[in-house]
């Protein structure tokens, strides 16, 4: 098992930046690919970001490409989403997940772990 937590949500004004946190607990976190998931109010769930295992692979929806970047600290356990040039349709409920496939998985079924997702509010 794997417990992913989610931190740094908020409120923020467009054109401001935050940075998500996803704490791993658990089973060895260099052995999971880490996906950012979104979904707004009324949408379903889309895909972000995803960072490989190693942290080598990175990438990210086109959507959020040149704005949002995905990285990860094997050491700290933890993932990281850094939102840059923020915009009101950022607005979203954004997830953390764990994959157990190899490179970057973009698709929800591939994830094992899921966090409990951590509010974004962008105002315009």
């Known amino acids: 098992q794997v417990q992913l937590v989610e931190s740094g949500g908020g409120l923020v004004q467009a054109g401001g930046s935050l940075r998500l946190s996803c704490a791993a607990s658990?089973?060895?976190?260099?052995?999971?690919?880490m996906g950012w998931f979104r979904q707004a109010p009324g949408k379903e769930r889309e895909f972000v970001a995803v960072i490989s295992w190693s942290g080598g692979s990175t990438y990210t929806a086109d959507s959020v490409k040149g704005r949002f970047t995905v990285s990860r600290d094997n050491a700290k356990n933890t993932a990281y989403l850094q939102m840059n040039s923020l915009k009101a349709e950022d607005t979203a409920v954004y997830y953390c997940a764990a994959s157990s496939f190899r490179g970057t998985p973009r698709v929800q079924n591939m994830y094992n772990y899921w966090g409990q997702g951590t509010q974004v509010t962008v105002s315009s």
């Open positions: 658990g089973r060895t976190f260099s052995d999971y690919a």
